[in-house]
C-alpha cells in the first residue's frame, strides 16, 4: 500500500490507496493490451544464430526474426522481418514454422508458410533463458539456460505447452545446445559439460550415464556418426566419442584463440563461430589430430553459424550476417554481408516525414509515413555518434548528441538532408526544446542551455543556468520551462527573458526524472526506476509501477503514454490524477526510450526498431495475429444510479482482489470486499443512500492489476 497525499483546502488528506499496478503479460497471452502493432521499421539488433532453409537465411535477432534470400550468396537481400519481445538468441525452422528461443521470453512461434510475412502462431514462457531449440516430432525441446531442458509440446503451435523437463542440478550446468537423434539428446550443459539425455517418452526425459564433464564452458554441439564435437568455450573444441553413450570418451582437443560459441561439421571439417576469433576451419578427417586449416578474421564477433552448399553464413553479432566460400576450407572467401544500422533513440513526426534519431551511429534516418502500415526510406545523414534526442523546427531538423553537443540540419528537401551547423555545448546534451526563436537545450551537468537560432546556421549562445542535478529533459509551458534533473527531481525555470533564465522553484521525485509534461496543475514525471509520479507542487500525489524504468511521458487528453525502458509502453487514464488507472500497454521488442503521439498513432523509438501502434484491437493489418491477455472486467449497473448500484467483477484467475469506493477527491468512502475470489463473475452492491448526488470512484485491484470504473448517483 502507498500513502497518496493530497492538498484539498490546505488540508493534507492521506488517502490509503493502491496505486502500484504492474501488469503481468500471462505466458499464454500475445505482449499487446489494448493496442494494436501498425508497422515496425528501422530493425537493428545483433545476429545471433542462423539455418538455411531453401535458399533463405532464417536469423534470430535481438527483436525477433530477419529472413534474408540468400539465393545468390554474394548478394544477401532482406525479405522480411517480425519483431519479437525478449532477446531472440536460438531458431529452428521446420515444416512451415520457425521457432525461435526467445531469451527471457520464452518460445515464440512464427507461421512462415508465406515467408515473405511471418504470421506468430504462439508462445510459451519458460522458467530460465532460452537459448536454443530444436523440434523433432510433436515436441519442442528448449535449452533453457538455468531452466534447464524444457520439453514442450508444440502439436498446436498456436498453444504450445510445456510437458517435461530436467533441471539445472540434474544436468549440472545450464542447458545451451543441443541435438536430436532417434530417442537420444546431446546437450551442452555448460559447466556440465556434455550431457545425454534419452527422450524416449518426451515427458519424462532422464539423463544416462555420466556424461561428459568438461574444463572449459560447453556452449555448442554437433554430432557426426558416434563422434560429437563441442564448442567448449576458453578451451576450444572437444571431440568426443559417443558410441557407448553410456561412457562417453575423450578423443581429441584443439585450443581456439577465442571463445568457441558454436560448431557445425560437413565433411572432413569443423567450422567454428569462435567469438572476436572469427571464424576457425579445422581437418577433423582424422579425429584423433585435428588441426586449423584456415582462420577468417569477420571483424565482429562469430556467435552462429550454419552451411549450405559451398556457402557458410555466420551470425556475427553486430556486424550483421556474412556468407563465406568455403569450397576450398583452406581458404575461405568472405562473399557478402548485411548489417542494420543503430537503435532509434527518439523520433519526431513532421506532416508525413518522420525523423528519427540513430543511436550510437549518429545517424538521422528521414521515412515517409504517408501510410504507416508501410513507412518507405527517404535518406539518412551521417552527423556524430551518440545522437539521443530529435526536434523539428522550421524545416530544420536539432539533433542532441551528448558530448558533442547539438547538430543543425536542413531538410527543406527531405531526400537531400545537409548539415547547417554544429554548437558543442559544455555538457552532454541530451533533451531539446524550441521556444519562439530560441533553442533550449538540457545539457547534463552543463544544466539548462539557451541559444539564439533565428539563423539555425549560426546559432548563438545566449545564456546558461546551472542545476541542482543533471539537465536531461524539457518542457515547456508559457513561459515555464520544466526542466527534468535527474536524481534531483523538477527545476521550474522562469523564461520569460531567455537571455537571463532564473530558477522559480524544485520539486524532488522519487526515482530519476527523465522527461515530464504538465497541465498547469499537475506535472507528470518520467521518473526511472519509480514509474510515472505525479506532482501537485512538491506533494507526490500518485504513482503508477512499470515492469520497465521510464524514460519517456507525453499526455493526449486524459491519457498519459509512457515509454517504459523493457517495459514497452503504457496508456494509463489521468482523468483523475490522484488515481490513476490502467488503460493498455504494449511490450515493445526491445528497450523503448521515447515516443511521439501523431494523431491517433503512437511512435516508439524502441532498441531495436521504430514502431508504430494504435489504442484499441480492431483494424489490425492482415498478417498478424493477436491474443490479447486475460484481464479482468469491472461493470456497474445502472449507471447512473439513484441509491443501489450493482457492480459486476469478472476476474480470469483467483486472487486477492479489493473492491472500494471512492469519491473524486480520492477519498475512499466504503471497501466492499477484501479477500481472495475466485476466477469468475462475482456481483456486489453498493448502497449509497447516505451519500449526496454525484461522481464517485468503483475501483478494483485483483492480484497486481487494476481498473476502475466511474459512476453517478442522481436522487
Known amino acids: 500500500m502507498r500513502c497518496l497525499r493530497l492538498a484539498t483546502s490546505g488540508v493534507v488528506l492521506i488517502v490509503s490507496v493502491l496505486l502500484c499496478l504492474t501488469i503481468n503479460y500471462p505466458?499464454?497471452?500475445?505482449?499487446?493490451?489494448?493496442?494494436?502493432?501498425?508497422?515496425?521499421s528501422l530493425q537493428w539488433g545483433p545476429f545471433h544464430d542462423v539455418q538455411i532453409v531453401d535458399n533463405y537465411a532464417y536469423c534470430s535477432m535481438g527483436y525477433g526474426l530477419e529472413i534474408f534470400n540468400v539465393s545468390t550468396p554474394a548478394q544477401i537481400t532482406l525479405h522480411s522481418t517480425f519483431a519479437l519481445p525478449g532477446i531472440t538468441e536460438g531458431i529452428h525452422v521446420s515444416e512451415g514454422y520457425a521457432y525461435l528461443a526467445g531469451g527471457t521470453a520464452g518460445i515464440q512461434v512464427l507461421d512462415v508458410t508465406d515467408n515473405s510475412q511471418p504470421i506468430f502462431q504462439g508462445e510459451k514462457d519458460t522458467p530460465g533463458y532460452a537459448w536454443e531449440c530444436i523440434k523433432s516430432g510433436a515436441h519442442l525441446y528448449v535449452a533453457d539456460g538455468s531452466g534447464g531442458l524444457q520439453v514442450v509440446n508444440v502439436v498446436s503451435p498456436s498453444i504450445p505447452y510445456i510437458v517435461g523437463s530436467l533441471n539445472e542440478q540434474e544436468l549440472g550446468g545450464w542447458a545451451r545446445d543441443l541435438h536430436i537423434e532417434s530417442s537420444l539428446l546431446y546437450l551442452a550443459a555448460e559447466n556440465g559439460g556434455l550431457k545425454i539425455v534419452s527422450v524416449a517418452?518426451?515427458?519424462?526425459?532422464?539423463?544416462?550415464g555420466e556424461g561428459y564433464n568438461t574444463d572449459g564452458t560447453a556452449l555448442g554441439i554437433a554430432k557426426v556418426d558416434t563422434?560429437?564435437?563441442?564448442?567448449d568455450g576458453h578451451e576450444g573444441v572437444l571431440i568426443i566419442g559417443v558410441s557407448d553413450p553410456l561412457h562417453p570418451n575423450l578423443i581429441s582437443q584443439w585450443n581456439t584463440d577465442g571463445i568457441a560459441r558454436d560448431i557445425k561439421v560437413m565433411d572432413d571439417y569443423a567450422y567454428v563461430a569462435d567469438d572476436e576469433n572469427g571464424l576457425v576451419i579445422l581437418d577433423v578427417g582424422d579425429p584423433e589430430i585435428p588441426h586449423e586449416v584456415a582462420n577468417l578474421d569477420t571483424t565482429g564477433i562469430a556467435v552462429g553459424l550454419d552451411i549450405y552448399a559451398t556457402t557458410l553464413f555466420l551470425a556475427n553479432d553486430d556486424q550483421g550476417l556474412a556468407s563465406i566460400w568455403i569450397a576450398n576450407p583452406a581458404a575461405p572467401v568472405m562473399l557478402d554481408t548485411y548489417s542494420l544500422i543503430g537503435s532509434v533513440s527518439s523520433v519526431w513526426v513532421h506532416e508525413d516525414i518522420a525523423l528519427a534519431a540513430r543511436g550510437n551511429t549518429g545517424q538521422l534516418t528521414f521515412l515517409d509515413v504517408n501510410d504507416p502500415y508501410d513507412p518507405q526510406f527517404i535518406s539518412e545523414i551521417d552527423l556524430s555518434a551518440n545522437v539521443v534526442d530529435v526536434y523539428y523546427d522550421r524545416s530544420v531538423c536539432i539533433s542532441a548528441h551528448e558530448e558533442d553537443g547539438v547538430y543543425f540540419t536542413d531538410i527543406?528537401?527531405?531526400?537531400?538532408?545537409?548539415e547547417l551547423s554544429h554548437f558543442d555545448t559544455d555538457g552532454e546534451a541530451t533533451g531539446l526544446a524550441v521556444r519562439d526563436t530560441c533553442l533550449y537545450v538540457a545539457d547534463g551537468d552543463g544544466g539548462l542551455l539557451v541559444l539564439n537560432i533565428t539563423d539555425p546556421e549560426y546559432p548563438e549562445y545566449l545564456a546558461d543556468l546551472p542545476m541542482s542535478g543533471q539537465a536531461k529533459g524539457i518542457f515547456f509551458s508559457n513561459d515555464t520551462a520544466y526542466v527534468s534533473q535527474w536524481d534531483a527531481g523538477v527545476a521550474l525555470v522562469n523564461t520569460h527573458q531567455p537571455n537571463a533564465p532564473y530558477l522559480l522553484v524544485e520539486y524532488d521525485t522519487p526515482g530519476l526524472a527523465r522527461q515530464c509534461v504538465s497541465d498547469g496543475s499537475y506535472i507528470y514525471v518520467a521518473d526511472g526506476y519509480a514509474g510515472m509520479t505525479v506532482l501537485l507542487?512538491?506533494?507526490v500525489v500518485a504513482q503508477f509501477d512499470t515492469s520497465g524504468s521510464v524514460w519517456d511521458i507525453k499526455i493526449d487528453g486524459n491519457t498519459a503514454f509512457l515509454a517504459a525502458d523493457d517495459g514497452g509502453f503504457y496508456a494509463i487514464d489521468v482523468t483523475y490524477p490522484f488515481m490513476l488507472t490502467y488503460q493498455a500497454s504494449y511490450r515493445t521488442p526491445g528497450v523503448a526510450k521515447g515516443l511521439f503521439l501523431n494523431g491517433e498513432d503512437i511512435y516508439i523509438a524502441d532498441q531495436f526498431d521504430l514502431g508504430i501502434y494504435r489504442l484499441g484491437t480492431a483494424s489490425i493489418k492482415p498478417g498478424y495475429s493477436f491474443q490479447l491477455p486475460g484481464s479482468f472486467e469491472l461493470t456497474a449497473y445502472p449507471n447512473p444510479f439513484n441509491a443501489v448500484v450493482s457492480i459486476n467483477v469478472d476476474i480470469p484467475f483467483s486472487e486477492k482482489t479489493e473492491l472500494n469506493v471512492y469519491n473524486v477527491h480520492g477519498q475512499r468512502l466504503d471497501q466492499l470486499f477484501l479477500g481472495r475470489l475466485d476466477r469468475g463473475a462475482?456481483?456486489?452492491l453498493w448502497d449509497a443512500e447516505s451519500y449526496p448526488s454525484g461522481v464517485y470512484m468503483i475501483n478494483v485491484i485483483a492480484g497486481k492489476s487494476a481498473t476502475t470504473r466511474k459512476v453517478i448517483l442522481q436522487k
Open 27 to 40: 505466458a499464454y497471452g500475445q505482449w499487446g493490451d489494448g493496442v494494436y502493432r501498425v508497422s515496425e
Open 201 to 208: 517418452t518426451p515427458s519424462q526425459p532422464y539423463v544416462i
Open 227 to 231: 563422434i560429437v564435437y563441442l564448442a
Open 412 to 418: 527543406s528537401t527531405p531526400s537531400l538532408p545537409y
Open 537 to 539: 507542487e512538491d506533494l
Open 682 to 684: 462475482h456481483r456486489f
